[in-house]
């Protein structure tokens, strides 16, 4: 059986693993990521946190964080990651291993990865929605993704949801990801209260208890959230609509609202056929890999 290596660049380590073709996975390294960033060390960094899985894989899958420029395999810059700039990838990994490379952002690789391995995995289309720090988006249809220009199609988390509203770390007013994430969460209740949150957990916590401020936020934020979803899947049309990532924990306070809210408003000859849910917990790493088995299919 085929074995890919999957490859999970994050702000605060480098998850690198072996899958096999039914997404088991054999072997993993985990390394953290420096202190002091610069390309020579995070390459050095990566290239030994491949080396122990590098014989047993026909390719390697590496999902980050962009911007990026997917054709030359260069991560442009990261917000998390400062001291890198244009750093090359893709040539590094090639020169180093010998072995096909495949570098896609990290939710694209989790569309991926959900794709071919998630509960919706047998529909013919699925978009996918990462819920966290951010909003990330994928599409895959028929088993190949859609990655848009240089890999950064899909936005959905900054697309407009509110017209002149908040402030978004990219820039610009009203992106759904500055009312439904964590960043989105935060600071929406920052300003509603003048208290700032540690976690993610936190703010669930306070909807659990029935906090007024946190249930309007999640409330508007769930509305903003659906009808971004309902501005692409009549764009797209895609059979499954799945939302992934760690927000998800806590699907229970939001989902139904969601997902009723999207049903209520979009094509009913798209309803029909549309499919909703929260996936699984797959790893950054396994979408990673994702790309490998892909690419060797198409």
Excluded at 26 to 54: G, Y
Excluded at 156 to 181: K, M, N, R, W
Excluded at 237 to 258: C, R
Aim: charged share 20%.
């Amino acid at each position: 059986m085929r074995k890919a290596i999957g490859v999970d660049i994050g702000g605060g380590s480098i998850r690198a693993s072996l899958f096999d073709e039914t997404g088991k996975e054999q072997k993993t390294e985990i390394s953290p990521t420096p202190i002091h960033l610069d390309n020579e060390s995070f390459l050095k960094i990566l290239k030994d946190t491949i080396r122990p899985l590098a014989k047993e894989g026909i390719g390697i899958g590496v999902g980050s964080p962009g911007p990026l420029d997917n054709e030359r395999g260069v991560l442009i810059a990261s917000a998390n990651m400062q001291g890198l700039k244009n750093l090359p990838i893709t040539e590094s990994l090639r020169k180093e291993f010998s072995l096909p490379v495949w570098y896609e952002n990290d939710a694209n690789c989790a569309a991926l990865g959900e794709a071919y391995f998630g509960d919706y995995k047998n529909t013919e289309s699925q978009l996918i929605l990462t819920l966290g720090t951010g909003v990330g988006g994928g599409f895959v249809n028929r088993g190949i993704l859609y990655s848009g220009y240089l890999g950064n199609g899909i936005e959905i988390g900054h697309t407009t949801s509110v017209i002149g509203g908040a402030l978004c770390g990219c820039g610009v007013q009203g992106c759904v990801e500055s009312y439904f994430s964590t960043k989105g969460f935060f600071g929406r209740y920052l300003e509603k209260s003048g208290k700032s949150l540690a976690n993610a957990e936190e703010f669930f916590q306070l909807v659990r208890k029935e906090d007024p401020i946190a249930k309007e936020i999640l409330h508007f934020g769930t509305l903003a959230l659906a009808h971004a979803v309902r501005n692409a899947v009549h764009l797209l049309n895609p059979e499954a609509v799945v939302f992934v990532g760690g927000i998800t924990k806590s699907y229970d306070l939001f989902g139904k609202l969601l997902e009723t809210e999207i049903r209520s408003s979009i094509f009913p000859v798209l309803n029909e056929r549309l499919k909703i849910g929260a996936g699984g917990s797959l790893s950054g790493a396994l979408g990673a890999a994702s790309l490998v088995f892909s690419k060797e299919k198409v």
